[in-house]
Structure formats: structure tokens, C-alpha cells
């Protein structure tokens, strides 16, 4: 199992880019990165995912340097309604698939106006 | 937009009830999922499903039962409440790919509350 660690909070700024770092250094060959996003009450939600590089949707993009032990997730000009709690998750279907990805505790995102 | 619900949203019961909660999805994947959260804390995975008849403990043991008789139906069953199952269980269900996990989707959860 990848185990994850990433900052347990974070405040910024309305308007401001948010970067929050993922590492994982026990990542496998085959296991992916994947970013969710869950508000109070809800269930988390995907983000993104990516293997290496640098993967841009909508919502956010994901940096994964080459030796993958790490990922960061930027969020562009974050408002009061990104306020959430994010998770970083490794894993892939060759390594069991979801029933061996943990969610930890994730990083609780406070934008301030 | 996710197709999965999940029901009751909230509950109030008292000691000894016994309790299912329903979680349905209408995008016909095979993998589904209950997780477990109390306020502020980890997820954590206490039954998966393959498909129909596969049912799995997760990573954290749960005193509640599964069953997946239909692909789209999963529900989690209490057979006797207690104050200790207060908390919030959540839904969720994947396709099978053939790279990375493929996106989890979430039904809004239900928030039991045991007296």
C-alpha cells in the first residue's frame, strides 16, 4: 500500500493559486494519482488523476515530477467554495483497486475573502 | 452528473433497532462500495463488492452485513443499532478499467444517529 502524507491544513486568500503537495515515495509502478475533493456533509468527489507529467482539466492540474514520489495539486484562483477538505490517493487496479487505497486525512482547504 | 442515492439521508433510532440502509446506482458498474466517516475524520472502507454475490469486508471491521444480489443494489444492514454506529456511511461505486483506480462516485451519504 502507497502510504500518503500531505499538509493537514491550509488557509489563502480568495483569487490566490493553491498548491497542496502529495508525497508518496512507496509508489508502485503501476499505481495512478488521484486527487478528491469532499465538502461538509457530501461525499468526496474526483478531482484528477495522472501517472506522470502534468495533467489539466476545468478545475485543477496535477504535477507529478519524474521519480513520482511526490504530486502537487494546483487549484487556479480559489474562491469560498473551494473550501474543502482534499485527498491525495495512489494507487491502480494492478494493485488492488480501490479496496487498497486509503483516503487518510486528507488537507482541510480555508479560503479566506 | 453521478447517478447513485442513497437512503435515508438521516436516521434517528434507538438501541437494539435493526436498520438497512439502501445505496443504488444507475451506471452499471461492478465495483461498489460502503465507507464509514465520523465528522472531521478519515474515510474508512468497511465493505466492497466486486459484482453480483461478491460481497468483501473492507479495512475497518464493521459489525454490519452486505449483500449484492442486483449489479445496481447494495445495501448495509445493522442488525442490532448501538449509540457506537453513530456516524455518517457513505455509497459509492466504480467501473473496472483497465489503468489507474477509475473515478469513485459518491451518493450523498446517510448520517445515522443511534440513542
Known amino acids: 500500500l502507497a502510504k500518503t502524507t500531505q499538509p493537514i491544513s491550509m488557509d489563502s486568500y480568495e483569487g490566490q493559486e493553491v498548491n497542496i503537495t502529495c508525497s508518496h515515495n512507496n509508489i508502485a509502478t503501476n499505481d495512478y494519482i488521484t486527487w478528491y475533493q469532499q465538502f461538509p456533509s457530501q461525499g468526496p468527489r474526483f478531482i484528477i488523476q495522472?501517472?506522470?507529467t502534468k495533467v489539466t482539466n476545468e478545475v485543477a492540474s496535477l504535477f507529478i515530477p519524474a521519480d513520482r514520489k511526490s504530486s502537487t495539486l494546483s487549484l487556479p484562483r480559489v474562491s469560498l467554495s473551494d473550501t474543502a477538505v482534499y485527498y491525495c490517493l495512489v494507487g491502480g487496479e494492478y494493485s488492488g483497486g480501490y479496496q487498497k487505497v486509503t483516503f487518510g486525512t486528507g488537507t482541510k482547504l480555508q479560503v479566506i475573502p | 452528473e453521478a447517478d447513485i442515492y442513497q437512503t435515508p439521508r438521516y436516521l434517528v433510532i434507538g438501541t437494539g433497532k435493526k436498520i438497512t440502509l439502501e445505496c443504488s446506482q444507475t451506471?452499471?458498474?461492478?465495483?461498489m462500495y460502503w465507507y464509514q466517516q465520523d465528522p472531521g475524520m478519515e474515510l474508512h472502507l468497511i465493505h466492497y463488492?466486486?459484482?453480483?454475490?461478491?460481497?468483501e469486508k473492507g479495512d475497518l471491521s464493521s459489525e454490519s452485513t452486505v449483500s449484492r444480489i442486483r449489479t445496481e443494489h447494495f445495501p448495509l444492514t445493522l442488525e442490532s443499532a448501538r449509540p457506537s454506529h453513530t456516524s455518517q456511511y457513505l455509497c459509492?461505486?466504480?467501473?473496472?478499467?483497465?489503468?489507474?483506480?477509475?473515478?469513485?462516485?459518491f451518493g450523498e451519504g446517510s448520517r445515522l444517529t443511534v440513542l
Open positions: 451506471m452499471g458498474h461492478d465495483k
Open positions: 495522472g501517472y506522470k
Open positions: 463488492s466486486y459484482g453480483v454475490n461478491s460481497t
Open positions: 459509492a461505486s466504480s467501473e473496472s478499467v483497465g489503468v489507474g483506480t477509475g473515478e469513485l462516485f
